[in-house]
């Protein structure tokens, strides 16, 4: 699912938005809410973002094993045993 945040002020009592071509032709849901204020969301520098993926933890090969283990099993489920 693709999802996209937008942070914009209210004019006229309307807001236009502006969304990529891959929504065209799709129904969406649009949730308003006011922006409080005191909170204060800032954006990250490429540069930043990039120090934190080279930097931030990985998983080990055992762990990538683990995960692929489970999700071979989750192939198997159906919903009606469940």
Do not use: C, Q
């Not at 699912?1 to 071509?21: C, F, H, Q, S, Y």
């Not at 969301?41 to 692929?68: A, N």
């Not at 489970?70 to 469940?82: A, C, L, M």
Request: no cysteine; proline share 4%.
């Amino acid at each position: 699912m693709e999802a996209i945040r937008i942070l914009t002020t209210v004019k006229d009592n309307g807001i236009a938005l502006e969304l990529p071509i891959s929504f065209e032709n799709k129904e969406v849901e649009v949730i308003v809410l006011p922006l409080d204020s005191s909170v204060h969301v800032g954006s990250v520098k490429k540069e930043e973002f990039l120090r934190f993926l080279k930097d931030g933890p990985t998983l080990s090969d055992e762990e990538l094993h683990r995960i692929d283990a489970v999700k071979k099993e989750f192939r198997h489920w159906t919903f009606d045993e469940y």
